[in-house]
């Protein structure tokens, strides 16, 4: 593949650039402030400029990096224009931006934004991340924006989206050749949404897979490359208008990555050297013949690393032998006999991409194969932790084997076929046991029907208990004399905080690996069944911003991790933890509980988000831990009640604390309060620096509606350039505590937001518990409404905000 190539169309010429004789410093363009070609506007923080360039012999308006790097946007790609020195862009009477070619005196509009019905007072701004917009000048109001309209490069925020009710899209589009802008052939688009993948295609024919999106990766690109997806975030829109949105940022603004559809229908991800002060390839999508979509055909597999590259699904052969065997697989394959609806087994291929249009069933392993046993047109079925049971059924297209990554496919194939086989020793037994099974359940009905219900609900309870170890025990890789001596018998020094269950200790494995260690204390006021309950939900879990656990006896995996408290918000080594930091680590909570929320099939409610349950390993990235307290939720629930009432003073939201109702804007409730405590570094359940003021939800109300709300900064940050960023993250943050569930936005909202400068916010209304109240040296407090409606005090953890 010839990169160079590839590369061309992405890179402004020196010598076009060095024609440029007249620059200007300013991003904005104003009615009376119109671009002349040669002149150029440049974003606040120089990173972006935008002007008139000419590949060849035709002049088009678009945006690029600094000097002698790639162009990430073209206007006017189908309506060049010849004689570049005539080129003009400006706002015009109506308030549209135009690009108008003025060779001759009557003038020729060339391209607009096409907008009607707007104000005419309007500016067009080049923004630090890339994106030109036309605002309103009176409201600040986005009419347009080029993110909304990309070409055929993916810039960090910039959101490639679908919506699954209208199908409008927002996508990339090739050029045509590698010096002509306008429209290519191949497009790049988010499809199939019930398990998101990218699309790339040739026309309206499939030419690249990504397969699904796990909340971590897309499962049909090789595990050698999962890295190079560190950043990329997919947000399912489902409460505003159906729209999913895939799009990549990095806590790092150092880092300078995009992704250019290229015109040969390639992905290439392109990073700044720094030290050869060129751009590097990162990634590229179709390294070999098996990316392209369905090379081997219908139930055919591709691999790389065999000879021919294509061979049959087991239990299949050629569909046409002759063409095969001339390696063209376009035919496929097709079943060596047919299937029967019993007397089935399956044959586990590892390491695979998933075929094309699979159908989503279950959140369970367990029932995912029985599910596909109990369906006759069921081919296939393969699971994964991050998005639940996918079945198939009909052709099985676009199978890829990998060396690492991808997950296991079950392909369904006839007994015989899987190495079973039938046993008439085996029938034999299966019917005296099953005999057996029913005299002994008949007796034990029998007995049953003479025991006491306290007795029965006593063995319940043990044998639910039981239930529960053996699943733990399936988890386990541990023995307690490994982890005594990885924490130094759990060495007080070892010890890394104090949480409801009991004490969490730092430890050291003999392979160097750290570890946190989390032991139940016989005085813990939360018992064995929450215990549990924590370690099922994590297993349960994966994602990035989310601790992962490596078996019991309870271990949760963080590297060089600290907790994050008040003394964590600076570093180990007492720098000062930076605005960037903070906000990445804001960011990455955010996305911990989009994943918890609305990416993972089970939708968890966590119910007692802290500081203290927030884990940082060695890069400072965030990991919410405890799911002591999680909810699962069905996909179908909105809200649930509870008559026991659990979590912490200061972050549970009026709803939860009141009526006990608890959804997923509690825990939105607890994001806020995460985001006052970490900008101010303040505490939030004992903040006393205001007379008038319960807490700080209440200190940061008062300061916004005296005008004042930069007060609330920790002075510790210092003098920095992004008070406008950080005075947003408050604004979202006291959005996120309104009083009323409603008003709340949802994960995926505060995600937009946080991620978008361009996303207008709406003025917050009043937060809950406004005034001081009494109660918080409580050591511990909860609420279980009884019959009456009355409520009494029952255990619900202070946790103490000290350094770990």
Same mark, same amino acid.
């Given at each position: ?473 399936? %988890? ?5 004399? =490994? $982890?005594? #001596? ?5 060495? @007080?020094? !070892?010890? +890394? ?96 509980? %989009? ?5 993972? =099939? $089970?939708? #968890? ?5 802290? @500081?203290? !349950?927030? +884990? ?117 943050? +006291? ?70």
């Amino acid at each position: 593949m010839e990169l160079t190539r590839h590369f061309i169309h992405l890179t402004v010429l020196l010598l076009v650039l060095l024609s440029i004789s007249v620059a200007t410093s300013r991003d904005t363009i104003t009615p009376s402030h119109p671009l002349n070609e040669p002149e150029t506007l440049s974003s606040n923080n120089g990173m972006f400029h935008l002007g008139f360039f000419t590949p060849t012999n035709y002049s088009y308006l678009g945006i690029w990096y600094m000097s002698n790097t790639p162009v990430v946007w073209v206007a006017n790609r189908d309506q060049p224009i010849k004689n570049s020195s005539s080129a003009l862009l400006q706002i015009s009477e109506d308030g549209n931006l135009v690009i108008m070619d003025n060779a001759n005196s009557n003038g020729i509009l060339v391209w607009s934004t096409s907008l009607s019905n707007i104000s005419s007072n309007t500016t067009a701004q080049l923004l630090n991340t890339g994106n030109l917009v036309l605002q309103e000048n009176t409201t600040g109001r986005i009419l347009w924006q080029s993110f909304q309209h990309p070409t055929n490069t993916l810039l960090q925020k910039m959101e490639l989206s679908t919506n699954k009710f209208t199908g409008k899209k927002v996508k990339l589009t090739s050029w045509r050749t590698p010096q002509d802008p306008s429209m290519g052939e191949f497009s790049l688009s988010l499809e199939r949404l019930s398990m998101p993948e990218e699309f790339v295609w040739k026309g309206v024919q499939p030419y690249w897979r990504s397969g699904p999106w796990n909340g971590v990766t897309f499962l049909g690109i090789p595990g050698n490359n999962i890295n190079n997806l560190d950043g990329f975030y997919l947000d399912r829109s489902y409460d505003d208008n159906g729209t999913y949105y895939l799009s990549f940022n990095f806590a790092n603004q150092s880092l300078l990555l995009i992704c250019v559809l290229t015109d040969d229908g390639n992905i290439n991800d392109y990073y700044w050297d720094y030290v050869k002060k060129n751009w590097s390839i990162a990634w590229i999508a179709i390294n070999s013949e098996c990316d392209v979509y369905g090379k081997c055909g219908a139930s055919g597999i591709c691999d790389r690393t065999s000879e021919p590259i294509c061979s049959c699904l087991p239990g299949f052969e050629p569909m046409n032998s002759s063409e095969w065997n001339r390696q063209n697989w376009s035919s496929g394959c097709i079943r060596k006999k047919a299937l029967q609806c019993e007397d089935n087994g399956f044959v586990m291929l590892e390491n695979s991409k998933t075929a094309d249009f699979a159908v989503w069933s279950s959140p369970t392993e367990y029932d995912c194969r029985t599910q596909c046993i109990r369906n006759c047109s069921c081919e296939a079925y393969a699971y994964d932790a991050g998005i639940g049971c996918m079945l198939w059924a009909g052709s099985l297209i676009d199978i890829q084997r990998f060396s690492t990554g991808g997950t296991d496919l079950y392909i369904r194939v006839p007994n015989s076929d899987s190495g079973k086989k039938k046993n008439t020793v085996t029938v034999i037994i299966a019917v005296t046991v099953t005999v057996g099974v029913i005299v002994l359940v008949s007796c034990i009905f029998i007995l049953w029907k003479r025991t006491s219900r306290k007795d029965v609900d006593r063995a319940n309870s043990e044998s639910q208990g039981r239930v529960q170890k053996n699943e733990l025990l399936e %988890l386990s890789q541990f023995e307690f004399e =490994r $982890l005594a #001596i990885a924490t130094n018998n759990f060495h @007080l020094n !070892n010890k +890394l905080g104090q949480g409801g269950f009991g004490p969490v200790y730092k430890g050291t494995l003999e392979d160097g690996q750290e570890i946190a260690v989390k032991r139940l204390s016989r005085a813990s006021g939360q018992g064995q069944e929450e215990f549990m309950n924590e370690v099922l939900v994590i297993s349960k879990l994966q994602h990035r911003n989310l601790v992962r656990l490596l078996g019991c006896y309870i271990a949760e995996r963080y590297s060089n991790s600290f907790l994050l408290n008040f003394n964590a918000i600076s570093d180990p080594s007492k720098q000062v933890l930076s605005w960037e930091k903070r906000f990445a680590i804001i960011e990455g909570i955010a996305r911990g509980l %989009l994943y918890l929320h609305r990416d993972s =099939r $089970l939708r #968890i409610i966590h119910r007692d988000l802290k @500081l203290s !349950n927030i +884990l940082l390993d060695g890069e400072l990235n965030a990991k919410i831990s405890d799911f002591g307290m999680a909810k699962i939720f069905c996909h179908t629930e909105d809200e649930a009640n509870t008559r026991r009432v659990v979590g912490t003073f200061g972050y549970m939201s009026p709803e939860y604390v009141m009526e006990g109702l608890f959804s997923e804007k509690s825990d939105v409730f607890s994001f806020g309060v995460l985001i006052l405590e970490i900008v101010s570094k303040r505490k939030n359940a004992s903040f006393y620096e205001d007379a008038e003021s319960l807490s700080l939800i209440g200190f940061a109300w008062k300061l916004w509606n005296d005008d004042k709300i930069a007060g609330l900064i920790d002075a510790e940050i210092g003098n920095v350039s992004s008070v406008a960023d950080i005075m947003r993250c408050i604004h979202i943050g +006291l959005l996120c505590v309104q009083e009323l569930a409603r008003d709340r936005p949802t994960m995926t909202a505060v995600i937009s937001m946080l991620n978008s400068e361009t996303v207008n916010l709406a003025p917050p209304k009043q937060p809950a518990f406004m005034h001081r109240q009494t109660m918080l040296d409580t050591d511990s407090s909860s609420h279980r409404t009884r019959s009456d409606g009355s409520h009494s005090i029952n255990y619900l953890s202070l946790t103490n905000m000290q350094g770990r």
